[in-house]
């Protein structure tokens, strides 16, 4: 009887074992994909995000002096990483999404609706860049990824760079 007893503690023992391994193992792949997804959407936002200021940059420069009405601006791919960032991610992550959208609608309006000057593009674009860089921010706190934050998001030279005046190519130093 002893015999069969130490048998079904064991079968049961194992069999616990099992359940709980399974419930675990699950509940990590839930995470990991969570945070795969939270990551994969971050990412789209600044992928998105640049490509749409290279967008607005080439109507900067088209509209120079006039307003227009219709831009050439493909907002599907941008729209589509906000509703995806909005779907997954925290709701500080969204929050800081949404600036940046905000600030690109205003960069938008400001250069299809009114007349800009030509050196207006730069604070539009600094502006949105700075919404970049919180978003950036407050992403990696959330995503807990380690190490420091970026200092910039970009290699482009400052705005009050001299090489923005000049309209000879910048010779290569080595």
Not at 30 to 56: G, N, Y
Request: charged share 25%; proline share 6%; hydrophobic share 45%.
């Amino acid at each position: 009887m002893s015999t069969i007893v130490t048998a079904g503690s064991a079968v049961l023992t194992t069999l616990l074992g099992v359940v709980a391994g399974a419930y675990v193992s699950s509940r990590t792949q839930r995470v990991q994909r969570s945070w795969d997804r939270q990551t994969d959407a971050c990412a789209e936002i600044l992928r998105e995000s640049a490509a749409v200021l290279i967008a607005l940059a080439r109507l900067a420069r088209d509209a120079a002096g006039s307003p227009i009405s219709v831009s050439n601006v493909d907002w599907r791919p941008w729209n589509d990483a906000l509703a995806m960032v909005s779907l997954v991610a925290d709701h500080d992550v969204a929050d800081a999404a949404h600036a940046i959208d905000e600030q690109i609608w205003m960069a938008h309006l400001t250069l299809t609706r009114r007349t800009s000057a030509p050196d207006q593009w730069f604070a539009l674009r600094d502006a949105v860049e700075d919404r970049r860089k919180s978003f950036t921010e407050i992403a990696r706190r959330r995503l807990d990824v380690p190490g420091p934050v970026p200092r910039r998001l970009h290699g482009r030279p400052d705005t009050n760079d001299p090489i923005w005046e000049s309209s000879e190519p910048p010779s290569a130093t080595a």
